[in-house]
């Protein structure tokens, strides 16, 4: 499937970047100075590589879908957490373009959308936990309606598959979280997620908010690879809208490292 528009699916695997010291340094300067400081304050470099490529992934972004220079892209944080493009937005050819940027495990993803909202939450299957899942997984029963919960142990006895199940429902929450921009504090029982034709293996999954389904927002489950997960919520930026949204199966296309670099660095 083609890129349209203002929409993208992206993802980079920061665990195959071994940086030189002088890469690393490269990289770095692709970034404006006020960057610099929040990276180099990870003292783990695996913490810092997430630092460098979530940043220039986002410029990477902008400047694809709106062709803003990288040293010209201006991107703010709000008060919750999520990044938005300050850049002059009666300047701009899509004024609602909004993204949002998620990393976990080995990967990097982002997603983009022209006039909704938009969040993306990406899961590595933590290898901590493979002695005792279950009690892992129950210590967040707290966070699911009963439908939900019956999804996720519905794979008994398979351990795997009730983590996957968990991971997959995870997704969707923080997912929806994050596109409203809410942050800590959300009562993720207010959310129900659900998959119209029972099949809850599959891509597309629907949501009830405070009991009521809710046509005009969707959800994309994808795998990046065998133990990451990652899902993309995309919503009506105005409450109480009837629009119903196309099922959006838009793949996530995986970046190299090397393609984050502004050209005239490369």
Request: glycine share 6%; aromatic share 10%; net charge neutral.
């Amino acid at each position: 499937m083609e890129e349209e528009g203002g929409s993208r699916r992206w993802a980079v695997n920061a665990a195959e970047w071994k940086p030189s010291s002088a890469e690393f340094d490269l990289f770095l300067s692709a970034l404006p100075l006020c960057d610099w400081e929040a990276v180099l304050r990870f003292v783990r470099i695996e913490d810092r590589k997430m630092g460098i490529l979530s940043r220039l992934l986002q410029r990477k972004l902008v400047n694809s879908v709106l062709g803003i220079p990288y040293k010209e892209i201006i991107i703010h944080r709000t008060p919750q957490g999520k990044p938005f493009l300050a850049n002059d937005r009666r300047r701009l050819s899509l004024p609602e373009f909004n993204f949002n940027v998620s990393h976990h495990g080995d990967y990097v993803a982002i997603a983009s959308e022209p006039h909704h909202f938009v969040g993306v939450d990406v899961m590595s299957h933590d290898p901590r936990i493979k002695e005792q899942p279950l009690a892992y997984v129950e210590n967040f029963r707290s966070c699911f309606t009963a439908l939900e919960w019956g999804n996720i142990m519905s794979s008994k006895p398979d351990h795997k598959k009730i983590l996957h199940q968990f991971y997959r429902h995870w997704c969707l929450k923080e997912a929806y979280v994050k596109a409203i921009g809410i942050g800590l504090g959300f009562n993720l029982q207010r959310l129900e997620f659900f998959f119209l034709d029972g099949e809850i293996w599959g891509q597309v999954a629907s949501v009830r908010i405070d009991g009521k389904h809710r046509e005009d927002w969707s959800f994309s489950l994808h795998q990046l690879d065998n133990e990451h997960c990652v899902c993309v919520a995309k919503g009506s930026s105005q409450e109480g809208s009837m629009e119903k949204y196309p099922v959006d199966k838009q793949p996530f296309k995986i970046l190299t490292v090397d393609e984050l670099l502004p050209n005239n660095q490369k």
